[in-house]
């Protein structure tokens, strides 16, 4: 008797802990980033980097474009172009 009581209580245990792991896997690998996701927010991240270097070099070509005014204007120097 003692021995189909540990016997049904060993497959019970096993049985519940199977479940109990398998919710668990299952809800870990459902908040993992997904490799396409990733792939998604790394474009994203990079196309708005370009934007604002592409912003940057246009606004220093714009202070570029001034200050060479400003110091042909000063020195009495015709424009090049």
């Known amino acids: 008797m003692r021995r189909l009581f540990w016997l049904g209580f060993g497959v019970g245990l096993g049985a519940v802990t199977?479940?109990?792991t398998t919710r668990w896997t299952?809800?870990?690998?459902?908040?993992?980033?997904?490799?396409a996701a990733v792939a998604r927010e790394a474009r994203g991240g990079l196309l708005d980097?370009?934007?604002l270097v592409a912003a940057?070099?246009?606004e220093g070509r714009q202070a570029m474009a001034a200050r060479e005014a400003?110091?042909?204007?000063e020195h009495d120097?015709?424009?090049a172009d």
């Not at 299952?26 to 490799?35: D, E, G, L, V």
């Not at 400003?70 to 204007?73: F, G, P, V």
């Open 18 to 20: 199977a479940l109990a």
């Open 70 to 73: 400003e110091l042909r204007a």
């Open 77 to 79: 120097v015709p424009d």
């Open 56 to 58: 940057s070099i246009e």
């Open 26 to 35: 299952r809800k870990q690998t459902a908040k993992r980033p997904q490799p």
């Open 49 to 51: 980097l370009s934007k």
